[in-house]
Nanobody, 123 residues
Framework: QVQLVESGGGLVQPGGSLRLSCAASGRTFSRLAMGWFRQAPGKEREFVAVIGRNEVTYYADSVKGRFIISRDNTKNAMYLQMNTLKPEDTAVYYC?????????????????WGQGTQVTVSS
């Protein structure tokens, strides 16, 4: 079992930045691929970014160049630095974990999920 807890969400103006954190416990963190997904009201959950066990990263086109995913295996933590935020980035952001290799990008490839943290981009 893996327990995931997100933090760092909030209200930010367009063009601003936020840093999300995901704290993990329960299994060997370094052997997990870790991903961020988001879900806006009335929309399906969508992929944002993933960092594999070997720290290879992969991003959705909509966030490429603006968001940076990272991990710290010594702290069992993953991060999402979000820059140049846009109103369309508004959503609940979820941290997810999987033992799959590579950089999985579909929700059904993940076994463990956090409760989510709200990000609102508005003036």
């Amino acid at each position: 079992q893996v327990q995931l807890v997100e933090s760092g969400g909030g209200l930010v103006q367009p063009g601003g930045s936020l840093r999300l954190s995901c704290a993990a416990s329960g299994r060997t963190f370094s052997r997990l691929a870790m991903g961020w997904f988001r879900q806006a009201p009335g929309k399906e959950r969508e992929f944002v970014a993933v960092i594999g066990r070997n720290e290879v990263t992969y991003y959705a086109d909509s966030v490429k160049g603006r968001f940076i995913i990272s991990r710290d295996n010594t702290k069992n933590a993953m991060y999402l630095q979000m820059n140049t935020l846009k109103p369309e980035d508004t959503a609940v952001y979820y941290c997810a974990a999987t033992s799959r290799i590579g950089v999985p990008a579909r929700p059904n490839e993940y076994d463990y999920w956090g409760q989510g943290t709200q990000v609102t981009v508005s003036s």
